[in-house]
């Protein structure tokens, strides 16, 4: 009735994971409880229906995967064809009240996918090209670290 794993899919090679993983579905779905631990976020992410996750020993969330990351701020890549471009649609995203992030020569806006179209709109009548808009949402990796980040770490003391 319960299967409990600690690191399965550790030196397993692609094929082996993929196995693991297969047999861990049907399992669960045959009705045995599979708890796993393990450290491959991405790989929970596909497999977990139900997370648990600590921070020095103490759980600071419990719940369904799927309820987690949808809680977390989507945001929204974009690239211009245009040099200047980048500069002009972040000025148009923080005008519509959305914070931005310039990395390269991608902008990161913080906004769900339906702002995509808008911001498509607002740079085509300033006469700026988007060579990619794709939407996205943080992963389970990058949700875990946010979460956990520790203010009282002393390395980042005075940084």
Request: glycine share 8%.
């Amino acid at each position: 009735k319960l299967l409990i794993l600690d690191e399965p899919t550790n030196g397993l090679d692609p094929a082996g994971i993929q196995e693991v993983r297969d047999l861990l579905r049907r399992l669960a779905d045959g009705g045995i409880t599979v708890f796993v631990s393990s450290h491959l976020l991405s790989e929970l992410e596909m497999i977990s229906e139900y997370l648990v996750i600590l921070r020095e020993g103490q759980v600071i969330f419990s719940g369904k995967t799927r309820d987690l990351l949808a809680k977390q701020q989507p945001h929204i890549r974009l690239r211009t064809v245009e040099s200047h471009g980048l500069q002009i649609v972040r000025e148009l995203a923080e005008a519509a009240g959305h914070s931005c992030e310039v990395r390269g020569d991608q902008l990161y806006i913080m906004a769900s996918e339906s702002f995509g179209a808008e911001i498509n709109r607002l740079a085509f009548t300033r006469g700026i090209t988007l060579a990619e808009s794709t939407p996205l949402r943080p992963s389970l990796e990058e949700t875990f670290f946010e979460m956990t980040e520790s203010d009282s770490d002393p390395e980042s003391e005075g940084k």
